[in-house]
C-alpha cells in the first residue's frame, strides 16, 4: 500500500527567507500525481502546486517551487521569500493512477513564519 | 472560493444522534471524496464516489455511511455518534478526466459531539 510520511511536524522561517519542507512516499506505482495543500488557520485547504510523476521537469508557481526526486521517492517544497501568510498547516499528499482514484495525505508540517 | 459547498458549517450534537453532512461539488465535476479530521491530526479518507457509484473505500466506520445521488450531491450520514466522531469533515471533487487530477475541497462542516 502506498504511505506519505511528512517527518517534520513543525518548521519555522524567518519572514523574506528561504525555507523547505520534506516529503517521502512509498509506492510501486511508476505513474502517479503528488501535490502540496496548505491549510492554513481558516482550515480551508488550498492546493500549492501539483507534480505528475511522468514529467521530469520540477514544478514551479510563484514562490513555490518542488524537489522531485522520483527515483527516491521524495517530494520536498521550497517556499522562497516567505510571507507571514505562508504560516499554516502544510499537506503532502499521492494520488494512485487513474482507475484507484485514492488520494493518501501525510501528517502534515505546521509552518510558522517569524517577522 | 473552490466551488465546492458543504452544509452545515458547524453542526452540535449529543452522542447517540444521527446527523447528515451535505456537499456540492463543483460544476461538471464527478467524484466526491469525503475526509475526516481529527483536532490537529491529518486528514483520513473515509469513501469516494464517482457518478453516484462507489469507487473507494477508506478507514470509513460501519456507523457512516455515503451516497450520491444522481445530481451528484453527497450526503454522508453519521449515526450512534461518539465523543470521538467530533472532528472536521471535508468534502472534495475532482473533474472527470483532464490531466492534473486535484481536489477542490469544500469548507468543510466543524462536527462537535457532546
Known amino acids: 500500500a502506498q504511505t506519505v510520511t511528512q517527518s517534520q511536524p513543525e518548521m519555522s522561517v524567518q519572514e523574506a527567507e528561504t525555507v523547505t519542507l520534506s516529503c517521502t512516499y512509498d509506492t510501486s506505482e511508476s505513474d502517479y500525481y503528488l501535490f502540496w495543500y496548505k491549510q492554513p488557520p481558516s482550515r480551508q485547504m488550498i492546493l500549492v502546486i501539483r507534480q505528475e510523476a511522468y514529467k521530469q521537469q520540477n514544478a514551479t508557481e510563484n514562490r513555490f517551487s518542488v524537489n522531485f526526486q522520483k527515483a527516491a521517492k521524495s517530494f520536498s517544497l521550497k517556499i522562497s521569500d516567505s510571507q507571514l501568510g505562508d504560516a499554516a498547516m502544510y499537506f503532502c499528499?499521492?494520488?494512485?493512477?487513474?482507475?484507484?482514484?485514492?488520494?493518501?495525505f501525510g501528517t502534515g508540517t505546521r509552518l510558522k513564519v517569524l517577522a | 472560493d473552490s466551488g465546492v459547498t458543504q452544509t452545515p458549517k458547524h453542526l452540535i450534537t449529543a452522542t447517540g444522534q444521527r446527523v447528515t453532512l451535505r456537499c456540492s461539488p463543483r460544476?461538471?465535476?464527478?467524484?466526491v471524496y469525503w475526509y475526516q479530521q481529527s483536532l490537529d491530526q491529518g486528514l483520513q479518507f473515509l469513501i469516494q464516489?464517482?457518478?453516484?457509484?462507489?469507487?473507494a473505500k477508506g478507514n470509513i466506520l460501519e456507523r457512516f455511511s455515503a451516497q450520491q445521488f444522481p445530481d451528484l450531491h453527497s450526503e454522508l450520514n453519521l449515526s450512534s455518534l461518539e465523543l470521538g466522531d467530533s472532528a472536521l469533515y471535508f468534502c472534495?471533487?475532482?473533474?472527470?478526466?483532464?490531466?492534473?487530477?486535484?481536489?477542490?475541497f469544500g469548507p468543510g462542516t466543524r462536527l462537535t459531539v457532546t
Open positions: 460544476s461538471g465535476d464527478l467524484s
Open positions: 499528499a499521492y494520488r494512485s493512477p487513474a482507475g484507484t482514484y485514492k488520494y493518501i
Open positions: 464516489y464517482y457518478n453516484g457509484e462507489e469507487r
Open positions: 472534495a471533487s475532482s473533474p472527470r478526466g483532464g490531466t492534473t487530477y486535484e481536489q477542490y
